[in-house]
């Protein structure tokens, strides 16, 4: 979580964290000199974080393959995206797996990397065979009281 970039003192925002502290002790010095304090009604004065600045430019997520696509059409249509840049995330792609839910004896997973219609025991092996599902359900479909399904970013196709 990043720190706020915007706070609120009595009903008042500030941009910047020494000026809300600076306004919180001059509230509090007025108030002591006037004497509002001394009576029985006594308003704590605080700081009340607003937004943080991922808030206010959220980042747009999007695979590498899209961010390409988009690269492409920007540079065709000659527009300067280098700000458009800085407020994008490149997430990996994800797929389903079926893998088992204990490791073997090398401490890895094992993944169905075969499957045929009609059979009853499909094959088991290493990630990079595995066979991958664009859905939870499709990977269900094959999971077992000893496999499960999982999503798991693919490192490119």
Do not use: C
């Amino acid at each position: 979580m990043t720190d706020p970039v915007a706070y609120r003192v009595d009903g008042t925002i500030y941009n910047d964290i020494k000026d809300a502290e600076f306004a919180v002790r001059e509230i509090e010095h007025l108030r002591s000199s006037l004497g509002i304090d001394n009576g029985l009604i006594k308003k704590p004065v605080y700081i009340q974080p607003l937004y943080t600045d991922e808030q206010l430019q959220p980042r747009i997520k999007m695979t590498q393959a899209e961010f390409d696509e988009l690269e492409i059409s920007l540079i065709n249509a000659q527009f300067d995206y280098s700000e458009l840049k800085k407020t994008i995330e490149i997430v990996p792609d994800m797929k389903w797996f079926v893998r088992s839910k204990k490791t073997n004896g090398s401490y890895k997973y094992d993944y169905l990397s075969r499957m045929y219609a009609g059979t009853a025991s499909p094959k088991y092996g290493k990630k990079d065979l595995a066979v991958s599902f664009d859905t939870k359900e499709e990977a269900e479909k094959w999971t077992n009281p000893l496999a499960e399904a999982v999503q798991l970013p693919v490192e490119g196709e």
